[in-house]
């Protein structure tokens, strides 16, 4: 029973690697360095040329006979119709610094691969070797990612709210709203349609922490009610749908820009759209009358296709690959992006009128600056949901060579044993008297503490709840997406 052993050790390597070596190198820099090219505005004098006018003698701006000068890019006016030709650069290391949110945006990133490779070595440990009532600090991990996950969605959200115009707070408010009926209306859904699991996992739960509560000598009728777990439930998914509004927004613009550029390549185009509705298919895998029913219920020849195991494991692999999936089409989104810059300079020939040299510039520029705004937008719900898998996964005690193959490591066994057999310990026991045994002592004491959490919160328990989120960030993700792109192809102008 070892507290601090080899999880601890690999958990100290990769803070150190994401302490020491992330400056130098990082997977976050190494995305947006990888392929992106942004739009650089003319200078100056090239403005000069299109405007008919001579170039500007910027040593002699300021104040002149008691009045100010205005400087050289806002005296400079061209008119709209001018075709402007903006120069193509790949965006380099030294221009992220500038950029919104870009630390915000790296930490993010480079925080989730070192969380996915302890995540992987950890389960790789486990199914190896027996750690008998040892913590698995790789859950540590997830739900440190998926607490950060959450605040840098809450940071970008919060943009919409300082600005001075309040239609994008009025439309995050708006959905938090339609998203909040709409998982009251969900959470009472009968488990013959929707197969979250919610009902058996309150039920075990409430029986678990009954138990624990008279081992440890208190009397209680249950920690809470089903009425309590579905409002609070209901609130956080109206948070959720809040926070994925611009995101699944966000997601419709660049995925009609990135069709529109990829005009002339038809398999392109069919990745597109299969990253778009892929979210719908998945949510629909919890509709047990269309899955279930036909893949695990029905017979065929006096056989079965699947098992219950063998479907559960095969949604969440359909969920892993759905997540690479769309990780590897970030690449043609964030350029749909950047190419923005190019289309409202295009735009600006269709208007009448002049433009300052200045309000020009801002043009292009902003569109670079919003970068990472944009790159967590569609980075932090994919984070978000793949953590949520990899914990289902774990604590949910899914296992991929069991449910599929019909054999199993004997550490998964042994490990399972050990939470369900254990006694479980009095918590109220006195802290012992010999100094030099108080470490040895408190990490026992922990170990005994995880182990009876765990018999508390059941694996029961874990797959309702986090297959219910799994649902629900899929579901939240397309609807807002699904609204972005009716509204950019027949609404927007």
């Known amino acids: 029973m070892a507290i601090l052993g080899v999880q601890i050790v690999a958990t100290m ?27 650089l505005h003319p200078s ?20 002149k006979n008691g009045h100010t000068k205005k400087p050289a890019d806002e005296a400079i006016t061209l008119p709209k119709t001018v075709p402007i030709q903006l120069e193509v650069a790949p965006i380099r290391a030294v221009d992220l610094l500038p950029l919104q949110f870009y630390t915000e945006y790296q930490w993010l990133v480079d ?29 540590l991990w997830c739900t440190v990612m998926l607490s950060f996950t959450f605040k840098v969605l809450f940071s970008v959200t919060a943009i919409y709210f300082r600005t001075e115009e309040g239609g994008e707070r009025m439309l995050c408010i708006m959905f938090g709203f339609f998203f909040l009926v709409i998982a009251m209306a969900i959470l009472i859904v009968d488990e013959g349609v929707l197969e979250f699991g919610l009902l058996p996992a309150y039920q075990n739960f409430s029986e678990s922490a009954v138990k624990f509560l008279e081992g440890q000598g208190f009397e209680s009728a249950g920690p809470v009610s089903l009425l309590t777990v579905r409002i609070v439930l209901a609130v956080i998914c109206a948070i959720l749908g809040a926070f994925f509004t611009f995101p699944g927004l966000r997601l419709a613009k660049m995925h009609t820009d990135a069709l529109k550029y990829s005009q002339g390549r038809p398999f392109l185009q069919l990745l597109l759209h299969i990253n778009l509705i892929a979210p719908l298919f998945i949510s629909l895998l919890w509709v047990k009358p269309l899955f279930r029913e036909y893949l695990v ?27 690479i999936f769309r990780f590897c089409l970030a690449w043609k989104y964030l350029q749909a992006h950047l190419n923005l810059a190019y289309d409202k300079v295009v735009s600006l020939r269709k208007e009448a009128g002049r ?15 919003y970068l990472c705004v944009v790159a967590l937008q ?57 100094a030099e045994e ?48 009716v509204y950019y192809s027949y609404f927007e102008v």
């Open 355 to 369: 433009i300052s040299a200045i309000e020009l510039k801002k043009l292009v520029v902003r569109v670079y600056y």
């Open 438 to 485: 108080s470490i040895f002592a408190t990490a026992t004491h922990f170990s005994e503490i995880f182990v009876t959490m765990r018999r508390v919160f059941t694996p029961l328990c874990f797959r309702g709840l986090l297959s219910f989120m799994c649902w629900w960030i899929c579901t939240v993700w397309f609807t807002t997406s699904a609204f972005g792109v």
């Open 13 to 39: 390597i990769m803070a150190s690697i994401l302490s020491k070596f992330s400056s130098h190198y990082s997977f976050g820099r190494w995305i947006l360095c990888s392929g992106l090219t942004r739009y």
């Open 297 to 323: 219920k029905r017979q065929i020849r006096g056989r079965v296709l699947l098992s219950d195991d063998a479907f559960d494991v095969i949604r969440l692999a359909l969920i892993f690959a759905f997540s």
């Open 44 to 63: 100056d004098e090239e403005l000069c040329k299109l405007a008919g006018g001579p170039a500007p003698n910027k040593a002699k701006s300021g104040r």
């Open 378 to 434: 569609y980075i932090a719900p994919l984070v978000m949901l793949l953590f949520c898998l990899l914990m289902l996964k774990t604590f949910g005690e899914y296992s991929v060579t069991r449910s599929l193959f019909g054999f199993d490591f004997p550490a998964f066994h042994t490990r399972n044993q050990t939470y369900e057999h254990s006694a479980a310990p009095n918590l109220s026991e006195a802290a012992p008297e010999n």
């Open 111 to 139: 925080f989730s691969v070192c969380s996915m490779v302890i995540y992987f070595a950890t389960e790789l440990y486990y199914a190896v070797f027996q750690p008998a009532n040892e913590l698995n600090l790789s859950l």
